[in-house]
């Protein structure tokens, strides 16, 4: 989908002139652990929905960026991620309910095991955790291989092991035969207060291949007309769409108190601020972005795979994190727009990486095949990439001096998840983050600055502190 068009759709879905609906359904979808299928039934589940004309609101539990992506491709509408360690349980009520306005039905896509999240005695950072906050009506996805009735003993422990949960009914998924569905059916009437809504048989024809870092992206493999309709047919023949529907409680568009949105940046204009986005730099959370365009920012599209050069007229420049290591070669012969950019961020205007944009800012970056790459080399570093993952967490960032994201002190969430480290490090560059992991241990030193560029491996969720964005937008337009 062309920039152009996510921005007209993006606009149209953040319209406060016209509500279609006061009320709305809700629902999300589970699972009883990673793999089991959770997001190609929501997708289908989504694709669904849309076919019989409704508009579809998607959401994703987690630090995510994969899953919105096809979320997006399937609903025409930005996926918002909810999570219970980077925001306040108000911040995720009212994200619901902001990105939910006229819209017919909202569509929860879980996280890992729906128990599961960043503790073993209770659900903190849960689906479930997520549910119950927001009331929201829970779908289970079971997968059905090599199980018979086992799947009802395993439905049922499901079902009772947290009482509070609003658990609603279960999908059985990947069903081998007509009779491997009929021996489910037939354990499950020992347990008939589980209503089952159908059995899904099993079609590797409509799974997302896979990668490091998870799903491959939406940017690059595209869920076209074809494979939307195949999805949503799967779901039409195999589960029952009316019951669930009928079945869904319906919220009230009210915001909680405690989160306000909106504000006066008190300028008469917008500041311009450059933002790759590309199959290379595409993991950006949707609220981030929001946030800035509230905070008076211009975000202006570039892509740093294809552009000669820089926007014209940016202040201020944003590389998010994504997969730059596997276009090191089209990047590197980008000679013109890497030295523009040095030159940017070496002259004292802003600019904050993250993750696979941090790494683009290093001297170069090293692929799997051991091939070596030149970059923007603002970072007088190496990214290496490696085979097994190096940093997995959600982290608490308190920052150690002024920066382009606010003064001494600031506070924001994120977390971290790369396959690639850094080496050969020319001098000893200023850290400005005081790190930590979900336990309060340090997590070593991050935050690297050099002149008004800051770069990081964390992907900071900035609605866990919303000033960030204000003071990243004022920064620029004092310094760019």
């Not at 609003?166 to 209503?195: Q, T, W």
Request: overall charge neutral.
């Amino acid at each position: 989908m062309q920039d152009a068009e996510l921005k007209n759709k993006s606009a149209a879905q953040e319209s406060n002139v016209v509500i279609k609906n006061e009320k709305i359904s809700t629902l999300c979808i589970a699972g009883t652990h990673s793999g089991c299928g959770k997001t190609t039934v929501s997708l289908g589940i989504m694709a669904a929905l849309v076919k019989r004309g409704l508009v579809v609101q998607p959401f994703k539990v987690g630090p995510d960026f994969i899953d919105p992506g096809h979320h997006r491709r399937i609903t025409g509408r930005d996926s918002h991620n909810l999570d219970g360690w980077m925001m306040s349980r108000d911040y995720n009520r009212d994200l619901l309910t902001r990105y939910s306005r006229g819209v017919d039905v909202a569509v929860v896509e879980g996280v890992m095991g729906i128990f599961d999240g960043f503790s073993g005695s209770d659900g903190s950072g849960s689906t479930a955790q997520m549910a119950k906050w927001l009331d929201l009506p829970v779908i289970l996805v079971i997968d059905a291989r090599s199980m018979a009735r086992s799947a009802a003993a395993l439905a049922l422990g499901f079902s009772r092991f947290d009482p509070d949960l609003p658990l609603k009914s279960i999908i059985f998924n990947r069903v081998g035969s007509e009779a491997h569905a009929e021996m489910i059916a037939d354990a499950m009437s020992s347990v008939p207060d589980i209503p089952v809504l159908g059995y899904l048989p099993r079609d590797k024809g409509l799974e997302i291949p896979s990668r490091h870092l998870g799903l491959v992206t939406d940017e690059d493999f595209s869920t076209d007309e074809s494979r939307i309709a195949k999805l949503g047919l799967w779901i039409e023949k195999n589960i029952d769409l009316d019951y669930l529907m009928g079945s869904l409680p319906e919220i009230g568009n009210q915001r909680s108190v405690g989160v306000r949105f909106g504000g006066n940046t008190g300028r008469d204009h917008k500041i311009k601020i450059g933002i790759a986005r590309d199959e290379a730099f595409c993991f950006y959370y949707p609220e981030n972005l929001r946030l800035l365009e509230e905070a008076g920012a211009e975000l202006i599209p570039f892509s740093p795979l294809r552009a000669r050069h820089l926007p014209d007229g940016i202040k201020g420049i944003i590389l998010g994190g994504g997969y730059p290591e596997l276009h090191c070669e089209m990047l590197s012969q980008s000679r013109e727009l890497l030295a523009e950019i040095r030159e940017f961020g070496l002259n004292g205007r802003p600019i904050y990486a993250e993750c696979g944009g941090f790494m683009f800012l290093a001297r170069e970056i090293q692929d799997l095949n051991g091939q070596v790459f030149p970059m923007v080399g603002i970072f007088p570093m190496k990214a290496k990439m490696e085979k097994r993952l190096k940093a997995l967490g959600y982290r608490k960032v308190v920052t150690i001096k002024d920066s382009i994201l606010g003064p001494e002190g600031t506070k924001i969430r994120g977390h971290e998840f790369h396959y690639s480290r850094i080496r050969g490090m020319e001098t000893d560059l200023e850290c400005i983050y005081l790190m930590t992991d979900r336990k309060a241990a340090s997590s070593g030193e991050e935050g690297f600055v050099q002149n008004r560029v800051l770069g990081s491996y964390v992907h900071l969720h900035w609605g866990s502190n919303p000033e960030v964005a204000k003071h990243f937008v004022n920064y620029c337009h004092q310094n760019g």
